[in-house]
């Protein structure tokens, strides 16, 4: 094998093992979904979505089988008129977190199986575009704990 050869082999496994090396690794904080009025169809569900890998992530789907549908919506507010619309897909750059919360980013929860109430538990799938799943449980709550850390809900709106 010519030195050139052997070079562009080195070049070729040295790139393939860095973009091996280089992951998404999603850390789900404070996942929560609030409790409805009796009788209401949709609940939102909230959580904070960390990405302490070393490549972006894309949360492209959250799932769950207790709702006929889970969309990721985002609040808008246009003259004094909020408004929720839907959001494709989550992009976290490595090191990065996304908030859903109150008022912002956040799960729709829609037409529920069984009316939840607080206490009770949701499981949601996480679906990322690398084909890879995450299932996390999440307490029905009235409202967000009290003392949660600020980095998980900053800005909460009721």
Request: proline share 5%; with cysteine.
């Amino acid at each position: 094998m010519t030195t050139r050869k052997r070079l562009s082999l080195l070049i070729f496994l040295l790139a393939v093992l860095t973009a091996a090396s280089a992951k998404a690794e999603l850390v789900i904080g404070q996942p929560w979904v609030r409790e409805a009025p009796p009788g209401a169809r949709v609940m939102a569900g909230y959580m904070n979505i960390s990405n302490a890998g070393t490549a972006a992530a894309k949360v492209i789907a959250v799932s769950s089988s207790g709702f006929a549908k889970t969309e990721l919506h985002r609040t808008v507010v246009e003259d004094g008129v909020a408004r929720m619309e839907p959001v494709g897909q989550l992009e976290i750059a490595a090191g990065a977190s996304v908030s859903l919360e109150p008022g912002g980013l956040h799960l729709m929860l829609i037409e529920p199986e069984q009316a939840l109430r607080d206490g009770d538990r949701v499981t949601l799938v996480i679906h990322r575009a690398d084909g890879m799943c995450m299932t996390v449980e999440a307490p029905v709550q009235r409202e967000a704990l009290a003392g949660e850390a600020p980095a998980q809900h900053h800005h909460h709106h009721h």
